[in-house]
């Protein structure tokens, strides 16, 4: 297959754009290379713009001259608290980008999607949560992943596109160290980075109604979700239409369990502290994650302690990497 990837460079898209290629894929990456890094995928094309403003021209003749059969679209802005504070950029970003690629995907006669939705389009839902469940966004990040579903479930109700929104849960991990996260925005690099500065790793409410009181989420190795989408582009029914997946390992982990596994791996001695609930965390949310098993027979494969040890070597690796750098610039001065 010849694969065009949006934000290819980026974490989750530079695991499957790596992937696709082993598996002897053609890829082209387009990436603004703004969260991303070229260094990710040194072996694969990457052509640099900003998809989500008048982009849809460049991106038809990047499908024409590649001659693409499918496109993978991970380009976007990710964070919660962000997306609070500029919600038009973050509607402009996000949506931009979905309806630029299919304005420039009909054109252009390419007629299968893989979209990155988020679990975040559920909201304050508990508990395990199927694709049916009410989609209700607590905030901008959220529903300009549910509005990107619409517009593509809506776009092949108008041209033969075979598309699949995929709803990640927690990502983590690293399959390899050089292609872990580098953005401190999820909890395990979050508690990384407290250790790191020698202060506690924060629990936020151990007084919900859960194991032990603290939250449970549902953490799925990166790894798993690049493989997720292989499996799903080569299994994207042949109706036209917007499949929509769960992306989790249907089993929920507690964050005090995760930050105790974060702790242990990092030797560190240090306690977590625990502070008020935050608003709008639910107490329980675990993907049900029967339909992507039913649909290609994918399920995850890596357990909660694969994503720590994985994210913790990956960390290791980026801190050698800036301590060399500083040394070299000592040494260059
Ligand atoms: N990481 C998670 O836990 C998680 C969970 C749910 C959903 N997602 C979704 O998965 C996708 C990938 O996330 P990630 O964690 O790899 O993030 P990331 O920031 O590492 O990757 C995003 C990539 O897209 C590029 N990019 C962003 N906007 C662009 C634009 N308009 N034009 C061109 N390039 C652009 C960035 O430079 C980056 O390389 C995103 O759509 C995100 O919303 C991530």
Redesign the pocket.
């Known amino acids: 297959m010849r694969v065009l990837v949006?934000?290819g460079?980026?974490?989750?898209?530079a695991h499957t754009s790596r992937l696709l290629a082993e598996r002897g894929d053609y890829v082209l990456v387009?990436?603004?290379?703004?969260?991303?890094s070229r260094e990710r995928i040194p072996e694969l094309p990457v052509v640099s713009f900003?998809?989500?403003n008048g982009s849809a021209a460049q991106l038809e003749s990047l499908l024409r001259e590649h001659r693409i059969d499918a496109v993978i679209h991970?380009?976007?802005?990710?964070q919660v608290a962000e997306s609070g504070q500029k919600p038009a950029w973050y509607y402009e970003?996000n949506v931009g980008?979905v309806a630029q690629l299919l304005l420039a995907m009909e054109a252009a006669a390419v007629h299968k999607l893989v979209f990155?939705s988020?679990?975040a389009v559920y909201g304050e839902a508990s508990g395990a949560i199927a694709e049916d469940a009410p989609t209700h966004p607590i905030n901008p990040y959220g529903a300009t992943?549910l509005v990107g579903e619409q517009l593509i479930s809506a776009s092949s109700l108008a041209w033969p596109l075979r598309a699949a929104s995929l709803r990640?849960f927690?990502?983590g991990g690293a399959g390899s160290p050089e292609l872990g996260?580098t953005?401190a925005l999820?909890l395990i690099p979050i508690c990384f980075k407290q250790i790191a500065a020698n202060m506690p790793p924060l629990i936020y409410g151990d007084d919900y109604d859960t194991v032990d009181g603290t939250c449970v989420r549902d953490y799925v190795h990166v790894s798993d979700v690049a493989e997720a989408h292989l499996a799903v582009l080569n299994a994207l029914p042949e109706q036209p239409g917007n499949t929509v997946l769960n992306i989790g390992t249907g089993v929920g982990t507690s964050v005090r369990q995760m930050v105790d596994a974060i702790l242990q791996v990092s030797g560190s001695n240090l306690t977590a502290a625990v502070l008020d609930r935050r608003a709008g965390d639910p107490a329980a949310i675990v993907g049900v994650v029967d339909s992507i098993l039913e649909l290609t027979g994918w399920s995850a494969r890596y357990t909660v302690s694969d994503i720590v040890e994985s994210a913790w070597v990956s960390r290791q690796h980026f801190e050698s990497l800036s301590v060399r750098s500083w040394r070299d610039e000592l040494r260059s001065e």
Request: no cysteine; net charge negative.
């Open positions: 949006t934000g460079a980026g974490y989750i898209g387009v990436d603004d290379l703004v969260t991303g900003n998809i989500a991970f380009a976007a802005q990710k970003q980008s990155s988020s679990a992943k990640y927690n990502v996260d953005q999820n």
